[in-house]
């Protein structure tokens, strides 16, 4: 997919990056999407919480810093503001406070690096963008999110997630059932109507298997990070039931960061896995 392509995958609409672990590269992915969006209009962007990575995993140095320019809406704390060499005039402050200050909406005056820090809570999350897109008009929305944690993108009505996996040959077999999984359960759709299901409250575990009975066609689970069986047992339970969910998380694809392996030998890895969905292969390095 070319680049200009991949473009207006970001515009209109709120985009959730996350990632497999922590150092992914997602902060890479987030600089890279923003200049994306930037070729059409001005983006906004936060975080989940205090951002965690300490380096960047695509080439093993210093985690890059997060640039915004000009226009741009950024959510961060006061603090971090003062610590910017970027010029801000803060839009709107929020009664949310962390260990690092008090998190507001600014837009950026003069160019500079920032780093971000947000809302811990799906509520509070929910309430911040909503501002920047009713309230500052701002509807390219990306959001950093905590590595391995994707519930927070069922706070954004019609947002959907990037998942980005870095890999090497140390973490390839587990990395590719973790890729078959998620996208399998991406695939699992709401309960339309009301049928004769049985309900999974909390997590979809091994030890809950035994308490489904062959009277229930339907297994109802709450949204796809409930599942916590792995790809085999998934597969083996699908072909006694049907599985829903209460609510669709939207995968728009991976994003594949490789280490020590050739994309064609990957590429050959993972045919007839059934990985479903689309996978990007480092665009900002092409």
């Not at 961060?76 to 507001?104: C, D, H, R, W």
Request: glycine share 6%; net charge neutral; charged share 20%.
């Amino acid at each position: 997919m070319t680049t200009d392509a991949l473009t207006y995958r970001f515009i209109n609409t709120t985009t959730f990056v996350m990632g497999n672990r922590k150092n992914a590269g997602k902060t890479t992915f987030l600089n890279w999407a923003l200049n994306q969006i930037r070729k059409v209009e001005s983006p906004a962007f936060a975080t989940i919480g205090i951002d965690g990575e300490n380096n960047d995993m695509i080439d093993g140095r210093n985690k890059p810093q997060i640039k915004t320019i000009k226009g741009d809406a950024i959510v961060t704390s006061t603090n971090m503001l003062a610590k910017s060499n970027g010029l801000f005039k803060i839009e709107k402050a929020f009664p949310i406070y962390t260990q690092l200050g008090q998190i507001v909406i600014a837009k950026t005056v003069r160019d500079g690096n920032i780093e971000l820090v947000g809302p811990e809570h799906n509520e509070q999350l929910t309430q911040v963008v909503d501002h920047l897109m009713h309230e500052l008009g701002y509807k390219s929305i990306i959001i950093d999110g905590a590595a391995s944690r994707i519930t927070p993108v069922n706070s954004i009505p019609d947002s959907g997630f990037y998942y980005l996996v870095n890999i090497d040959h140390r973490n390839l077999k587990k990395t590719i059932e973790q890729m078959q999984l998620l996208s399998l359960c991406s695939k699992f759709e709401t309960l339309d109507v009301e049928t004769n299901h049985f309900k999974i409250d909390g997590a979809l575990t091994a030890t809950k298997l035994n308490n489904i009975t062959n009277e229930y066609s339907t297994l109802l689970i709450n949204d796809l990070t409930s599942v916590f069986i792995n790809y085999t047992q998934l597969t083996k339970l699908l072909q006694q039931v049907d599985i829903k969910v209460k609510n669709k998380l939207n995968l728009k694809g991976f994003v594949i960061v490789l280490k020590d392996i050739e994309q064609t030998e990957f590429d050959r890895l993972i045919t007839n896995k059934n990985i479903d969905s689309e996978i990007i292969y480092n665009p900002y390095v092409h």
